[in-house]
Structure formats: structure tokens, C-alpha cells
């Protein structure tokens, strides 16, 4: 089945710790994106990528970083200056300017 | 910048009515308007899309209208019912990026 897959789907970061979610599609789609949602608010982009290996940064890009190695995967790596990080983090991809999402990760710090 | 607005943040209705959830936008230079629904804990789904050139979208229960310069978009659902109770969210798409509203949290009684 074609889709987009994000894992894990819980995560708990120690303090001075980085952490890397994963997303991968095989729709072959171009265009990717990584959102952070807090509950009561909308979805604000972290970073997204338009082709392999070209990224730019979203809304609320700092403490997080990103790579666009293959054109399937876009991890995300939520780094020790993020001092908020707990919230649910999902991946998309766009095709013909429609999103696709994947079912999210839940961060969490211990 | 784009701001997308929904009201209202919550709706209760019981089994069986129809009702409407609306979405407004700032800036009117859209490519398209996108639907979704979001249940707890998950990523999200899209419902429909409609583009810029398009009136209104349909897909079983749900309609979909857009009014480009009034900056306005209502979600209809027909004869609701509580498999229906989720957070629907409308996006604005601009092209590179797509601007998310808070969302309704719908809420269907049986």
C-alpha cells in the first residue's frame, strides 16, 4: 500500500538529548513536510522539502534539523536547543499541491 | 501572511442534523482549499480538495464550497452521524506552503 510511514509513534527525550523521527513514503512524491501541533492550536511548519537534497525552513525551525538524502525519507531531528519539544509531530507529502499525511509521533520529555 | 480562521473551536450536534463548519482566509490568492479530518492521537485525512478555479467539491455526505473573494470555505455534512465526531481542520494553499486553521472539534451525540 502506498502511504507514509512515521516512527516511532511515541518518543521520550532526556534533557540535553537529540532525537531523530522518521518518515518515509513510497508515493514518490517530491514535496516534503515536517508540522508540529500543540493541542488548541494549528499545525506550524518546521521545515519542508521541495526535491532531494534542498530543504528550507519553515515557521519554527529552530532546535530542529532535517536532511533530504533520498527522496523517499525526510527524518527529523528534534536537537537540545529545542527547550519545548513535547508535541505531536507529523510528516507530509504533496502531490499536485494535495497533502498527504502520515499518522504522527508523540514526543514526550522525560 | 496567510491566517486561516475556523469557527466555532467546538460543535455538539445530535445524530442526524446537518450541519456546517467554516473556514476563512486572509489572502485570497489561493492555489486550493483542503479539508481534513483528524481523530485523536492521529495524522490527518483529507476529505476534499477544491481548487481555486472551483465552486464547490462533493464526496458522499460532505460538500464542500469555496468563495475565493469573500475569503470563505464551509465544510457541510449531511445527516451526521457519531462515527462522524472528529477535529476537522481546512488548509490554504499558496503554493510552496499550506496555512491550517485551529480546527472544529466536532462532537455528534447519538
Known amino acids: 500500500d502506498g502511504g507514509i510511514t512515521q516512527s516511532p509513534k511515541y518518543l521520550f527525550r532526556k534533557e540535553g538529548q537529540n532525537v531523530t523521527l522518521s518518515c518515509e513514503q513510497n508515493?514518490?512524491?517530491?514535496?516534503m513536510y515536517w508540522y508540529r501541533q500543540d493541542p488548541g492550536q494549528g499545525l506550524r511548519l518546521i521545515y519542508y522539502s521541495q526535491i532531494v537534497n534542498d530543504f528550507q525552513k519553515g515557521d519554527i525551525a529552530e532546535g530542529y534539523s532535517v536532511s533530504r538524502e533520498k527522496k523517499e525519507s525526510f527524518p527529523l531531528t528534534v536537537t537540545s536547543a529545542q527547550k519545548n519539544p513535547t508535541a505531536f509531530y507529523l510528516c507530509?507529502?504533496?502531490?499536485?499541491?494535495?497533502?498527504?499525511f502520515g499518522s504522527g509521533t508523540q514526543l514526550s520529555v522525560l | 501572511k496567510q491566517e486561516v480562521t475556523q469557527i466555532p473551536a467546538a460543535l455538539s450536534v445530535p445524530e442526524g442534523e446537518n450541519l456546517v463548519l467554516n473556514c476563512s482566509f486572509t489572502d485570497s490568492a489561493i492555489y486550493n482549499l483542503q479539508w481534513f479530518r483528524q481523530d485523536p492521537g492521529k495524522g490527518l485525512t483529507s476529505l476534499l480538495l477544491?481548487?481555486?478555479?472551483?465552486r464547490e467539491q462533493t464526496s458522499g455526505r460532505l460538500n464542500a464550497s469555496l468563495d475565493k473573494s469573500s475569503g470563505r470555505s464551509t465544510l457541510y455534512i449531511a445527516a451526521s452521524q457519531p462515527g462522524d465526531s472528529a477535529t476537522y481542520l481546512c488548509a490554504a494553499n499558496t503554493g510552496n506552503q499550506f496555512y491550517f486553521g485551529t480546527g472544529t472539534s466536532l462532537t455528534v451525540i447519538p
Open positions: 508515493l514518490n512524491h517530491d514535496a
Open positions: 507530509a507529502s504533496s502531490h499536485g499541491w494535495t497533502l498527504f
Open positions: 477544491i481548487q481555486s478555479s472551483q
